[in-house]
């Protein structure tokens, strides 16, 4: 398996706080957890609330989890909540079950970590999110055509759009 260096993550959380300077998101807080769970990098620009690193973390260790979107794993608590609440009870990290976690791929689709990002609306911190991995180098779940999703059992989000647009 190959890790993540702490240049590299926080390559991603910068090239995610350029994004969201463009889309004149909220102040936002981004965490990259290597690919067993662990800190890599976490970073929060000025004005980002005092929870943001629980939260980050709780998307980006929710991704790696069940190896999907954050966004993902809080339909499958809605689809499935005994499963998701024996989940949380069972796993040593923690599970936030809303949208802004992602995960971070290499070139082959190898899970190399997960970005969580948090501060704005879900849209907006996926948004983030995928622009920062990609602007790094690395692929996020989005970027794989339908047969390499079917051959790494990637689970696709639908589209992701900014809310706040007319």
């Known amino acids: 398996m190959r890790s993540i260096t702490m240049d590299q993550s926080l390559s991603i959380i910068l090239?995610?706080?350029k994004k969201a300077e463009e889309m004149q998101a909220y102040a936002l807080a981004a965490i990259v957890l290597d690919a067993g769970g662990?800190?890599?990098?976490?970073?929060k620009?000025?004005?980002a609330s005092i929870v943001r690193f629980e939260i980050a973390r709780g998307k980006a260790f929710?991704?790696?989890a069940l190896h999907r979107s954050s966004r993902q794993v809080l339909q499958k608590s809605r689809e499935k909540p005994p499963f998701m609440d024996t989940l949380?009870?069972?796993?040593?990290?923690p599970i936030f079950l809303e949208a802004g976690g992602q995960l971070i791929r290499d070139e082959t689709?190898?899970?190399?970590?997960?970005?969580?990002?948090?501060?704005?609306?879900?849209?907006?911190?996926d948004l983030c999110a995928i622009a920062g991995i990609q602007a790094a180098g690395f692929k996020a779940d989005?970027?794989?055509?339908?047969?390499?999703?079917?051959?790494?059992?990637?689970?696709?989000?639908?589209?992701?759009?900014?809310?706040?647009?007319d």
């Open 15 to 17: 090239n995610t706080f």
């Open 38 to 43: 662990r800190v890599k990098a976490f970073l």
């Open 45 to 47: 620009q000025d004005g």
């Open 62 to 64: 929710a991704s790696l």
């Open 88 to 93: 949380r009870d069972i796993v040593d990290g």
């Open 109 to 125: 689709g190898e899970i190399i970590g997960a970005l969580g990002v948090t501060g704005d609306v879900n849209e907006v911190d």
């Open 142 to 165: 989005s970027d794989f055509t339908e047969a390499e999703c079917k051959r790494l059992n990637i689970k696709i989000d639908p589209p992701i759009v900014d809310p706040r647009k």
